[in-house]
């Protein structure tokens, strides 16, 4: 399968008007990283739905494009992480035509015993894709589990940047972070 035509319009104020209506919810949350928030983008709620996964997936194809341009190397595979990250990495593949590994959140205790699924072989360039950021805590484990396998990561994009530091701790890492959206493209104003 070719890759994705970088040119192809997508109504993203159209697709993040439909993410936040369907995953944005109110209240009092305690987020992964162990802050409390007023709000909640709940990943679930827009990467189970056809209509907004797939134009998230071109999404994501035509940033893969433009970091691995700008950056000048090109991604073997793509990574996501469990669970959230799965639906998303998974519907990239099929738009890009590449393959993907998926991370678990720890190794499993049967089986292979693996923590990383699918081939990923020693110096494999690899473009991580996330959900929703915070603090990118767990990007940067499963970036971990990546390296330890031998893999090179490129970036790590994001569908959802919550803009509470994941930007910056990502990059302190030495990776490149972009994100598709940010809060404030979802109309939160906390």
Known sequence: MPDPDVTRPIDTQS??????EASLLRGTFTLRSGRTSSYY???????????VLAPLAAMFAQRIGLVEGELGARADRLAGAELGG??????????TGR???????????YGTAKQLEGALEPGDSVIMLEDVATTGGQALEAVESIQGEGGRV?????????????RENIERAG???EALFTKRDLGVDE
């Open 15 to 20: 697709l993040a008007r439909q993410i936040a």
């Open 41 to 51: 983008l709940d990943k679930y709620r827009f990467s189970t739905r056809p209509e």
């Open 86 to 95: 799965i639906p998303l990495v998974t519907a990239t593949a099929l738009e």
């Open 99 to 109: 393959p993907c590994v998926f991370i678990r959140n720890a190794k499993k205790d």
């Open 154 to 166: 490129l970036a790590i994009i994001a569908a959802i940047d919550r803009q509470e530091g994941a």
């Open 175 to 177: 990776l490149r972070f």
